[in-house]
């Protein structure tokens, strides 16, 4: 993270962001960056990405069926629908990162939509209900060995979006030795740079109502700073956690290194090469053969049971499995997840109350990352249409944005099983897949059962004790 003091300094203003935030955003990128520091060369420690793949199931699930639209203005909706396309990676980011942040602009007559990631977003002011009105954007570019960064700070009061930019060079930058953190180097005029040519050093846009920007949190509990306006990984529970499976799998590959079959034999079993003096391995065997040295007294007879021993060792994988499978079923609870996402959906060795509930888990999880994106999809649209009116494109205000999430997730899960069984009673369905997707037998548990009870037949389940309102997710 770059150094607040050095921003707080230029702009003379306090950034709203303490150091425990900014040291866990270093963590958290690390994290994303598979650059955690519990991983270990030596002890075999390997990133399984694990943050990036919850993070990842939670978007596609919350994005899959989106539709969002500008009703209002055609031209607005066309730009929208570009920021809208990459909406599933923007929210990965978002969750992996806690929150970034959407800010429209103005380039080439086209509006486009900046997404800052949250090293690179100082919040300044946020209002009573943590809305952030005012913050600082940091850009950098690379060119040879300089480095250019802008300074971007708007600030929305009393009806006025303000905007400020500054530009700066740092020369002789190489990778290793120049410290971004807490250096921009000179100032310099925004033309010198190609890309900052067209921007204005002050200006102002009045006749709003709010920012026109957008920050995405995610939707969990700053436990880290519970002052702060920003938001924490969706996967912020469970980093210790992910630190155990990751040591986990670690142990669970160690098991078949270390228990890989082995003949140790003596030398002395094999011929000895004329030219190297070391025994001749059979060929194309060298990996199973390990020589060593007999101490053999003259006069003394050596046994074969001497030269030659066999290393298989009884291997120990399903104890491991079983453990590193633990972990991921309470990393899935932590994080808003179903049984059943990360762990083997195959072992989950729940109830069908306990799987009910885990998908209803996931359901509230996504419901609540929808409600968040449905204030910014409407913030960000009403941004655009304010830059749509500048450009003549837009002549009203007025900004309505439809959005519909789609209902695959909202289905309920008994009336479905209902479903299931009569395709089951009708021929479409084998009752060995019922009693796999319903029941979480695995499938050769589930054909052994149906072939044992093959002359009884699979009965409806009558109580009908939920309701039409309940929803899980499949």
């Excluded at 980011?93 to 086209?110: H, I, M, R, T």
């Excluded at 548990?445 to 149906?450: D, G, Q, T």
């Amino acid at each position: 993270m770059f150094a607040t003091k050095d921003i707080n300094k230029f702009f003379d203003i306090d950034i709203a962001m303490s150091n425990d935030m900014l040291n866990s955003i270093d963590l958290w990128n690390k994290i994303l960056e598979n650059k955690q520091p519990w991983l270990s060369e030596e002890k075999g420690v390997k990133s399984l990405a694990l943050a990036q793949g919850i993070g990842e199931e939670l978007s596609k699930t919350s994005t899959r069926e989106l539709i969002s639209k500008v009703i209002s203005n055609d031209f607005v909706n066309q730009e929208y629908q570009e920021f809208i396309k990459d909406m599933n990676e923007n929210l990965q980011w978002a969750l992996g990162e806690g929150g970034v942040v959407f800010k429209p602009y103005v380039s080439d007559n086209q509006i486009f939509v900046d997404v800052v990631h949250a090293d690179k977003f100082f919040p300044v002011t946020f209002n009573g209900r943590k809305k952030i009105t005012a913050g600082i954007f940091v850009e950098q570019i690379f060119k040879g060995k300089n480095v250019y960064t802008r300074l971007e700070y708007q600030k929305y009061e009393n009806g006025v979006n303000t905007f400020e930019n500054y530009a700066f060079m740092k020369k002789d930058y190489s990778q290793g030795n120049y410290n971004f953190y807490t250096d921009f180097g000179n100032q310099i005029p925004l033309d010198t740079v190609p890309e900052w040519k067209d921007l204005e050093e002050h200006f102002e846009i009045g006749g709003v109502d709010r920012p026109l920007f957008s920050y995405l949190k995610t939707p969990v509990i700053n436990t880290i700073d519970k002052m702060s306006p920003l938001g924490v990984p969706c996967y912020v529970k469970a980093i210790n956690l992910i630190k155990d499976a990751e040591e986990q799998y670690s142990r669970y590959i160690w098991e078949f290194i270390a228990g890989e079959m082995a003949v140790e034999a003596s030398g002395d079993a094999f011929e000895i090469d004329s030219h190297t003096h070391e025994p001749k391995l059979p060929e194309g065997k060298k990996r199973l053969y390990r020589t060593y040295d007999i101490d053999n007294p003259s006069g003394q007879t050596t046994n074969i049971n001497d030269l030659i021993k066999v290393h298989a060792p009884q291997l120990r994988d399903a104890n491991y499995a079983a453990g590193f499978n633990d972990i991921l079923k309470r990393i899935e609870f932590e994080c808003g997840l179903s049984y059943g996402d990360l762990s083997d959906p195959q072992q989950v060795d729940k109830t069908a109350e306990e799987i009910k509930s885990s998908k209803q888990r996931k359901y509230d999880t996504v419901s609540a990352i929808q409600d968040n994106l449905n204030t910014v999809l409407e913030d960000v649209a009403y941004a655009m249409n304010v830059y749509a009116i500048g450009m003549g494109k837009s002549n009203s205000m007025e900004c309505v944005v439809e959005t519909d999430w789609g209902d695959s997730i909202l289905t309920d899960t008994e009336k479905q099983r209902n479903i299931d069984l009569q395709e089951v009673n009708a021929g479409l369905m084998p009752e060995w897949k019922y009693k796999v997707k319903w029941q979480g037998m695995s499938e050769e548990e589930a054909k052994r059962e149906v072939a044992e009870n093959s002359d009884e037949g699979i009965e409806y389940d009558d109580e009908d004790d939920d309701t039409e309102e309940d929803v899980n997710v499949n």
